[in-house]
């Protein structure tokens, strides 16, 4: 196993309680920002770790967090993005069940950066007993003075507090996340106003993933300069892998990334290898938006070198050949697994998801999510498959938010990379359909339901 | 008109909860407290009949509509009765590939209802969901705050009868 910044205490026993997680050297990242240094000397820490955003787009943290405005008199706020719902993700929820305390001692240390006052950790309402849990270390940290008013008589305001969803994904999206914040149904905006400049009530808002803010704590800790001697190129650090899927080993993992796909796919530290014996057949390795990739592009990159857990890595070889670390969401499909089933499956996700302000998505997720449906279920023709295509392509770069592209790609890569399989299920509905999961003949013309 | 207050109006353990969500927010913000509030209804109640959002609307200072718009956009959210205990089971990718359908039948089987149904004795809604975060674990439902993983024909037989036995076991952490 690599260095682990963020998941090295996780078996101490207690670690989720005030006592021990200060006792192993919890919130010492808020002492030495508050004692030793000025908020702009925080922020060159994070530029200098390279830090990008762990919540799907890899964006540099250092330099969203310079983007923040800084109106004299307006109040700023950072928010901390816990939606956590793109299929295949799990490690946020992993993370603040076992050390709360990371989190809200990220959240006091990045918000003294941002010069905010006020923080609020917005989580999925699913998540209901995890909002529980952050309320009772929230309240921890304030008896003990970390959170409150003039902490550590540093002069320094910082009040927090959990607010939370109730099943949607696109509250994911930041500028949902702050509708939803607001109390309105998670409606993403227009941009701009980017919310560094109007976000939560129309103030400077800096919203960030769980994983972001709880790497915070060991840049501040051991220097920016020691986070990104970690990884590879700009994917510097560690990162949390959520791995599920027919692997022997599910879970979540903290990587560094400079290791190899293969490696974490077969080694005994990371997924153990493919379930029951059987041979990789694809993988999804950011979460359900990135696009799938064949097995022969899985630990391979098109130019035949290894392919590493990186950004770049991942990335190599664009739309055609790679695909994209995202928000780590690792999923490994066996060779029993239905291209056509798992395609039309999430793309059920993204029109149950739409919220359905912009046409291309409201639409074309319902009716990629039909075509679908009947190639999988035995009654789709040919034209169908380049009917998707079009469709997807349609959607792209359409829509307010990116929900219409995370619909889009996983569709395009399907076809792109499967499209026999396709084929396949128009030539030879019946063995298709026993194949899959040796489905009655009912069964086969069963209406959409969205 | 006095039966209803009855039944909408909240305990004062639940005002008190109320209070200190709105409290988290600036002065004036209080709508930001709604979706909270409206699990809290939704936790008491089973489901939010228009008369409890109406209260819920005098609480934060804001209009019936408000809520109703955010009540019926948010899938947690009942807008109609449902069974005392729903068993919501994450019927995604990950969970697909690992058995989710296996065991939505066999629920629907078991049960004697189909996805989306309620029981006759009115204590079972079965519903699939979308994914809930912890596809490393699949197959996998949650009731009411507790997520059980790793489902097994055998594990669905033994919760289906401890919530028959105490429908408020979900709430409990149980
Ligand atoms: C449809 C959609 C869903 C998203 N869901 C999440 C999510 O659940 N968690 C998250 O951290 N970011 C999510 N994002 C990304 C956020 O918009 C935002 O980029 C992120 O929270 C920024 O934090 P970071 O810079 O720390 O990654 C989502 C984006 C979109 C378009
Ligand atoms: S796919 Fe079922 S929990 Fe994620």
Redesign the pocket.
């Known amino acids: 196993m690599g260095r682990q910044l963020l998941l090295d205490k996780v078996n101490v026993a207690g670690i989720n309680t005030y006592d021990v997680y200060r006792k192993e050297g919890g919130y010492r990242s808020v002492e030495k920002a508050l004692k030793k240094m000025t908020p702009e000397e925080v922020l060159e820490e994070v530029k200098t770790s390279g830090l990008r955003?762990?919540?799907?787009?890899?964006?540099p943290?250092g330099m969203?967090w310079s983007f923040i405005a800084k109106p004299e008199g307006v109040p700023r706020f950072l928010l901390c993005?816990a939606?956590?719902?793109?299929p295949g993700t799990f490690k946020d929820r992993y993370l603040m069940e076992k050390i709360p305390h990371l989190l809200v001692e990220g959240m006091v240390t990045s918000s003294y950066a941002l010069g905010a006052n006020q923080g609020y950790i917005y989580i999925r309402g699913e998540y209901m007993y995890v909002l529980r849990i952050l309320e009772k270390a929230i309240a921890e940290a304030y008896q003990n003075g970390w959170l409150g008013k003039n902490i550590l008589g540093s002069g320094y305001d910082f009040d927090l507090a959990v607010t939370c969803g109730a099943g949607a994904?696109?509250c994911?999206?930041?500028t949902a996340l702050i509708e939803s914040l607001e109390g309105e149904r998670g409606n993403p905006r227009i941009k701009p106003p980017f919310p560094a400049v109007k976000g939560l009530w129309q103030n400077p808002t800096v919203?960030?993933?769980?994983e972001?803010i709880a790497a915070v704590v060991p840049i501040i800790n051991d220097g920016g300069a020691e986070y990104a001697k970690i990884g590879i190129g700009r994917s510097t650090g560690t990162k949390l892998i959520s791995a599920s899927g027919n692997i022997n080993k599910p879970g979540v993992f903290e990587i560094e990334m400079n290791i190899t796909v293969e490696e974490f796919i077969y080694s005994d530290q990371y997924c153990g290898g493919i379930k029951n014996g059987k041979k990789l057949k694809a993988c999804v390795p950011g979460g359900s938006s990135v696009p799938i990739l064949p097995h022969y592009l899985v630990c391979k990159t098109a130019a035949g070198q290894d392919r590493l857990m990186s950004y770049e890595s991942l990335a190599d070889g664009g739309f055609a050949t790679g695909s994209m670390l995202g928000?780590g969401g690792f999923v490994v499909y066996d060779e029993d697994q239905c291209i056509v089933r798992n395609t039309w499956n999430f793309t059920r996700f993204y029109h149950h998801e739409s919220c359905g302000q912009c046409s291309p998505c409201r639409e074309g997720t319902g009716w990629m999510e039909k075509v679908l449906h009947r190639l999988e279920y035995g009654h789709g023709k040919m034209e169908d498959i380049d009917l998707l295509w079009d469709i997807q392509r349609k959607i792209e770069g359409n829509t307010i938010?990116?929900?219409g592209d995370?619909a889009a790609w996983p569709v395009a890569a399907a076809i792109r990379h499967f499209r026999e399989e396709f084929e396949w299920h128009v030539n030879e509905p019946v063995r298709c359909l026993e194949k899959n999961y040796g489905l009655v003949a009912e069964k086969v013309f069963e209406p959409v339901t969205a | 008109m006095e039966a209803v207050k009855q039944t909408t109006e909240f305990t004062p353990e639940m005002l008190a909860e109320v209070d200190r969500i709105i409290k988290l927010f600036p002065e004036g913000k209080q709508k930001s407290a709604l979706l909270r509030v409206l699990h809290i209804a939704q936790a008491h109640y089973g489901w939010l009949d228009v008369p409890v959002m109406d209260y819920i609307a005098r609480l934060l200072h804001i209009q019936p509509i408000e809520v109703y718009e955010v009540a019926t956009f948010y899938s947690m959210y009942d807008t109609v009765p449902v069974g005392k205990v729903k068993l919501e089971v994450c019927r995604t990718g990950p969970c697909a590939i690992e058995g989710a359908e296996k065991i939505i039948s066999y629920i629907e089987n078991k049960l004697g209802i189909k996805d989306g149904e309620t029981t006759a004795d009115g204590i079972f809604t079965l519903k699939s969901v979308e994914c809930l975060g912890a596809c490393g674990y699949a197959p996998m439902l949650q009731c009411g705050e507790k997520y059980h993983e790793h489902l097994t024909e055998e594990k669905v037989d033994a919760l289906i009868e401890a919530y028959r036995k105490n429908p408020k076991a979900n709430y409990m952490g149980m």
């Open positions: 955003g762990r919540g799907g787009a890899g964006f943290t969203k993005n939606d956590e719902s793109e994904y696109i994911g999206e930041e919203v960030n993933n769980v972001t928000s938010c990116p929900l995370a």
